[in-house]
């Protein structure tokens, strides 16, 4: 059974940081492509990044220069570093991992619960 754990979040002032961690157990697989996500009230969830098994990352526009997106492969734990955080970035931040590479990536196998990220003026 495949479960992934989000930790990490918090509230926090505008400019701050928060580094968000996902354990992912379970999922053996060699290739595959490992997403964070995130959820706010009124609004579509959106990807905010997503790295690959070769370790190829990709940042949705409004964080990039402010997210960091690795991956311990040897603890199997994902992790999202947000730095200068603002206001709009708060939401529930979810992980989720997908079989195979993210270029066939069609969709998401597992999800996480998620962790809230709140950010204060």
């Known amino acids: 059974q495949v479960q992934l754990v989000e930790s990490g979040g918090g509230s926090v002032q505008s400019g701050g940081s928060l580094r968000l961690s996902c354990a992912v157990v379970g999922f053996t697989d060699n290739t595959f492509c490992m997403f964070w996500f995130r959820e706010a009230p009124g609004k579509e969830r959106e990807g905010v990044a997503l790295?690959?098994?070769?370790?190829?990352?990709k940042y949705e526009d409004s964080v990039k220069g402010r997210a960091t997106v690795s991956l311990d492969n040897a603890k199997r734990t994902l992790y999202l570093q947000l730095t200068s955080l603002k206001s709009e970035d708060t939401a529930m931040y979810h992980c989720a991992v997908d079989h195979g590479p993210c270029s066939d990536s069609s969709g998401v196998s597992y999800w996480g619960q998620g962790t809230q990220v709140t950010v204060s003026s």
């Open positions: 790295i690959s098994s070769d370790g190829s990352t």
